[in-house]
Nanobody, 121 residues
Framework: QVQLVESGGGLVQAGGSLRLSCVAS????????VGWFRQAPGKQRDLVAQ???????NYVPSVKGRFTISKDNTNNTVYLQMNSLKPEDTAVYYC???????????????WGQGTQVIVSS
């Protein structure tokens, strides 16, 4: 079964750091583009950062300079390093990835289940 599993969320004080991980498992060749999204209570799910298959990164202005997205192709894992966290970063963070399936040799898009990040002031 192909799936994405996030981990690394938790409760942290403002100014602290967390590193989120997203592991792709199952019968896949690898990961293409990946995005980290977040959804705060009562709000829509928004893109935070993304990385292409070639390693090009992009960030929304609110996290630029504080968050870093990276990809470990050997272990099919994507990370989101979050530094200088603010209370407004509180949300459920989701990993979204285009995975190359072995069975069909096609790319399909998957979502993880989400991991909660709470930043206290």
């Amino acid at each position: 079964q192909v799936q994405l599993v996030e981990s690394g969320g938790g409760l942290v004080q403002a100014g602290g750091s967390l590193r989120l991980s997203c592991v792709a498992s199952g019968s896949i060749f690898g990961i293409n583009a990946v995005g980290w999204f977040r959804q705060a209570p009562g709000k829509q799910r928004d893109l935070v950062a993304q990385i292409t298959s070639g390693g090009i990164t992009n960030y929304v202005p609110s996290v630029k300079g504080r968050f870093t997205i990276s990809k470990d192709n050997t272990n099919n894992t994507v990370y989101l390093q979050m530094n200088s966290l603010k209370p407004e970063d509180t949300a459920v963070y989701y990993c979204n990835a285009d995975l190359i399936l072995i069975a069909t040799k096609r790319v399909m898009n998957y979502w993880g289940q989400g991991t909660q990040v709470i930043v206290s002031s």
